[in-house]
């Protein structure tokens, strides 16, 4: 069972940035998935949940308007569109099963900075 992050990188405040989640051994669309992030000092927060289908999406409300979660089933993935980047949006971002929630991956790193 895996999870792979990728996609992050340094941006600038008001750029975008898409990431993706690679889902391996297990029946990736049986499950909801979440997009969550730890900045430096603080605890995880989730950022993101998407349904089964990928109807249902509930983003937090420090990213509502700006981050996006969707997934493809046929290709095992999950995705975080991110526009509207913000200095705060600075953190580790990892992906990870609903429930009943798999270890935690190596993550994404993603930096908003000028």
């Known amino acids: 069972v895996q999870l792979v992050e990728s996609g992050g990188g340094l941006v600038q405040p008001g750029g975008s940035l898409r990431l993706s989640c690679a889902a391996s051994?297990?029946?990736?669309?049986?499950?909801?998935m979440t997009w969550n992030r730890q900045a430096p000092g603080k605890e995880r927060e989730l950022v993101a949940r998407?349904?089964?289908?990928?109807?249902?999406?509930y983003t937090a409300d420090s990213v509502r308007g700006r981050f996006t979660i969707s997934r493809d089933n046929a290709k095992n993935t999950v995705y975080l569109q991110m526009n509207s980047l913000k200095p705060e949006d600075t953190a580790v971002y990892y992906c990870?099963?609903?429930?009943?929630?798999?270890?935690w991956g190596e993550g994404t790193q993603v930096i908003v900075s000028s």
């Open positions: 990870n099963r609903d429930f009943p929630p798999l270890p």
């Open positions: 051994g297990f029946t990736f669309s049986n499950f909801g």
């Open positions: 998407i349904g089964i289908s990928g109807i249902t999406t």
